[in-house]
């Protein structure tokens, strides 16, 4: 289940803090994100300036950024497929403040390496922990959009002081979106999250609009091995069902939620994620199992976007400055 934090830990006020941080003056974005940034910045009411990229025949890459800059900066970057990525961020940042941005937001709608959270055997690193120390040396402020987070409830416990670290949630604009897809249905959708983590994050989706939800009960037993089974008592029969989860990654979970819906009579299931990541044929196995549509939030860039996070994305970003 992702923990959801709205707001950082309390932390002592510095005299820095305490002074009007500078405006938000723009958004920087690279080629392969320019309409998220572009939605974003039309969301802040400033310019989407690119950030070009040049790729070496070694492989090594040069950025060249926008000059100059002024007062507080949004570098746009979605960690999905993310070791080239954190490169990218790492040479970005502190160009950017060469160029002279006096603070550096990063909107970052998805946060990778956050699964791996605590040293299950001796010598396992903890990504989650070393990646958010990482960019938050880098950065004034770390936005991101539900955060694999299962032991810790705010970024601010993993990012250096001097970093603020916020995320929210893009569940119940998920749950608008359904609601608004099923609104002439005699019967409204069952949301259905496909493992036990995802209860509070689908109760979310749910609850602005009343709609029935319960979630499965998983058992993983490798990254392509997974045994899920449907909550007790729980009636499918000629319902419309919504899988709901806050990623979609190879889709296996998904894809046995969905087998056991229709084998309890359901008439139709549909999947809804907050991060499409779809690795492989993860798209081509959902459809060949039944499910009918699949829509996903803009947090990462894909054929099934369908939600946009951009404007609740702005408003954190406010929020920080």
């Known amino acids: 289940m992702t923990a959801h934090a709205t707001a950082p830990t309390d932390r002592p006020a510095s005299d820095a803090a305490l002074t009007a941080a500078p405006a938000i003056t723009a958004v920087l974005a690279f080629d392969d994100e320019r309409d998220t940034g572009q939605a974003l910045a039309d969301a802040l009411g400033v310019p989407c300036l690119p950030i070009a990229r040049h790729r070496f025949p070694d492989g090594e890459l040069k950025l060249t950024l926008p000059t100059p800059l002024s007062g507080s900066v949004v570098l746009l970057r979605s960690l999905h497929r993310p070791n080239e990525k954190l490169i990218e961020l790492l040479i970005a940042a502190p160009t950017a403040r060469l160029q002279g941005a006096e603070r550096l937001l990063l909107a970052c709608p998805y946060l990778a ?4 959270d605590i040293e299950f055997t ?3 690193a903890v990504s989650q922990r070393h990646i958010a120390r990482l960019l938050g040396q880098h950065f004034d402020a770390l936005v991101t959009v539900d955060p694999h987070l299962h032991r810790i409830a705010s970024l601010d416990e993993v990012v250096p002081p001097g970093c603020r670290g916020v995320s929210f949630s893009a569940a119940r604009l998920l749950g608008d979106f359904i609601a608004a897809q099923h609104a002439h249905d ?3 959708p069952l949301l259905l ?9 689908v109760a979310e989706a749910a609850a602005a609009h009343g709609l029935p939800h319960a979630w499965c009960v998983k058992q993983r037993h490798g990254d392509h091995d997974v045994h899920v089974t449907l909550p007790e008592g729980l009636d499918l029969d000629a319902r419309a069902v919504v899988l709901i989860d806050d990623m979609a990654s190879t889709g296996r979970t998904l894809i046995e939620a969905a ?11 549909d999947v809804a994620v907050t991060h499409a990541l779809f690795v492989g044929d993860a798209m ?3 459809r060949a199992c039944g ?11 894909h054929a099934s976007n369908a939600v946009s996070v951009m404007g609740r994305m702005a408003q954190a970003l406010r929020g920080v400055c």
Do not use: N
């Open 284 to 286: 081509d196995a959902l």
């Open 193 to 201: 999250g496909p493992d036990e983590e995802s209860a509070q994050w």
């Open 113 to 116: 390496y956050m699964r791996q």
């Open 291 to 301: 499910v009918r549509r699949i829509w996903s939030s803009d947090c990462v860039p």
């Open 259 to 269: 087998r056991l819906c229709f084998a309890a009579g359901a008439d139709t299931v």
């Open 186 to 188: 005699q019967l409204p």
């Open 122 to 124: 001796p010598g396992e």
